[in-house]
């Protein structure tokens, strides 16, 4: 073996050091970042920043600017629940001019659930804080992405749920920031379209405030997007797809609602509402505003068609009762308020009205006939009927005949045209047409004939074997203020006592 110089042995000897210095510095601050110490001050940090109770599984270093995060708990004040869960958390650093020392946080796997099962109501505010307000502060990331994530929101019956859910949170500035979320499945129910959520937010004195929060969803059963529990009625039928916006401001929050549902049970949507739900369907109803402040509703807007609308339920507001027959209504623009109806156009009508359970349900006597309903007009502005053109038709039979009952003939004559006709009447009158034309304009109403000569014939009776006309129109007006202002008293006091009832959103 040849002798190596001394000067060379200790030069080796030097390198040899050295790297196996530097081997086990490496080594050693690997095994570091892996250990309990770091991965207990990691938890810590992520507490401190938080202000909520915090855990971290595990920590694995990538590289100089990665690090991985393994399962990751965030919990509720005094550990009392879990506010978050992720399986891994990367933190990537993403060094600019403008800021060398920026990151990121990207999330993937786990749950977030905003629940009265496991949370106090001073929690919630707080814990978005939590989230958000980080983000806001001098050395805060810049962005935060999540993948497959499931967030819920739980409180008493109304339930928001979102599956594999994937999104980001952006910081713009400061003071300002925005978030936006898909997922494919809704409270359980697979979306052929994504469920989309927006949100923008800002930094106050008080806290972290949602400035505008939209959440667009795709066609689905109404049941699932649970608009019953936002509106007060227990409506699950049908389907919706539309768009619901959420804002804060400084005297409280407001909520806007809309879109088109189709296929709705119009007696889901009355109940409560009247006196009798009302029957019928609504293939479709373009819902175009529906405003909501601080938990009361404050206006309404709508149009579309509502068919099979029992006649009969509309009717028992006045007591009328079990009328048989059905009527459609093409409502061209509908506006409500706390003020009552704002406006409200509509036409429509209905054929095979029964005569005999209208007669029955007056009281008054009994006719026989099949009466059809058009209604070319009907307006009411500002409560109070503006406008109504309306011709109700008896449809012509023969057999058998139709007839009226002598005593009904003599109160409607007496009540409406203020006429008394002979006491001398049959106990039943046979007729063979009978129609009327009704006008109102702003509450005075205007009756004209339908047959006859110039049309002035009301009802046409059959007598001593012949046709001979019996009822004519009347030439002069009616006015109906003071029995509009007594229904105007009545619905008044229904609504007041309506909107005063508790509501279970308004309960702790």
């Excluded at 001979?468 to 030439?475: K, N, R, S, Y």
């Excluded at 203020?481 to 509501?503: G, I, K, Y």
């Amino acid at each position: 073996m040849p002798h190596m110089p001394p000067r060379r042995v200790i030069l080796l000897t030097i390198v040899a050091v050295l790297m196996f210095g530097s081997f086990a510095i490496i080594g050693g601050y690997a095994w570091y970042l892996r250990g309990p110490v770091y991965r207990e001050r990691c938890a810590a940090n992520l507490a401190a920043t938080l202000r909520l109770p915090s855990d971290i599984g595990g920590v694995v270093p990538r590289s100089r600017r990665l690090r991985e995060f393994r399962d990751v708990v965030v919990w509720l004040p005094e550990r009392r629940g879990r506010a978050l869960t992720c399986q891994q958390a990367l933190v990537v650093r993403t060094p600019s001019d403008d800021d060398p020392n920026a990151y990121e946080i990207r999330l993937s796997g786990g749950s977030c659930e905003v629940s009265t099962r496991t949370w106090l109501r001073q929690d919630y505010r707080g814990v978005i804080e939590s989230g958000l307000r980080p983000g806001f502060a001098p050395g805060g990331p810049r962005r935060v992405t999540f993948e497959d994530m499931n967030i819920s929101f739980d409180r008493n019956r109304f339930r928001a749920e979102l599956r594999q859910a994937a999104g980001l949170v952006e910081f713009d500035n400061p003071q300002q920031g925005h978030a936006s979320i898909l997922c494919r499945e809704f409270n359980g129910y697979r979306c052929n379209q994504p469920v989309r959520l927006s949100a923008e937010f800002s930094s106050q004195d008080s806290g972290i405030r949602i400035d505008r929060l939209d959440l667009i969803a795709p066609d689905l059963p109404v049941r699932v997007a649970r608009l019953h529990e936002l509106a007060g009625v227990d409506v699950t039928s049908g389907r919706f797809n539309g768009r619901l916006v959420y804002q804060e401001h400084d005297h409280g929050h407001r909520l806007f609602i809309s879109g088109r549902c189709f296929d709705l049970e119009l007696r889901e949507c009355t109940e409560g509402l009247t006196p009798i739900s009302w029957r019928g369907r609504c293939p479709e109803i373009e819902l175009q505003e529906l405003r909501i402040e601080n938990r009361m509703p404050t206006r309404l807007r709508f149009r579309g068609v509502l068919t099979e609308v029992a006649l009969g339920d509309i009717l028992a507001t006045w007591g009328l009762q079990g009328v048989l027959g059905t009527i459609t209504l093409h409502v061209g623009a509908a506006e409500l308020s706390p003020r009552g109806i704002d406006r409200f156009v509509a036409s429509g009508g209905g054929v095979g009205i029964s005569l005999e359970s209208l007669s029955d349900a007056l009281g008054w006597g009994t006719m026989t006939g099949s009466l059809n309903i058009n209604i070319a007009d009907l307006t009411i502005e500002n409560n109070q009927l503006k406008s109504l053109d309306l011709a109700l038709i008896v449809a012509d039979v023969s057999d058998p005949p139709n007839w009226i009952e002598g005593r009904l003939l003599r109160e409607i004559i007496s009540r409406t045209l203020k006429i008394d006709l002979p006491s001398i009447l049959p106990e039943r009158i046979e007729y063979t047409r009978l129609g009327v034309k009704l006008e109102v304009r702003d509450e005075v109403l205007y009756i004209f004939g339908t047959h006859g000569p110039r049309e002035k014939t009301i009802l046409t009776a059959r007598l001593f074997e012949r046709d001979m006309p019996l009822v004519f129109e009347p030439w002069r007006s009616f006015d109906l203020r003071p029995w509009f202002d007594d229904l105007r008293a009545r619905t008044t006091t229904h609504l007041e006592r309506r909107l005063h009832m508790p509501s279970e959103l308004e309960q702790p």
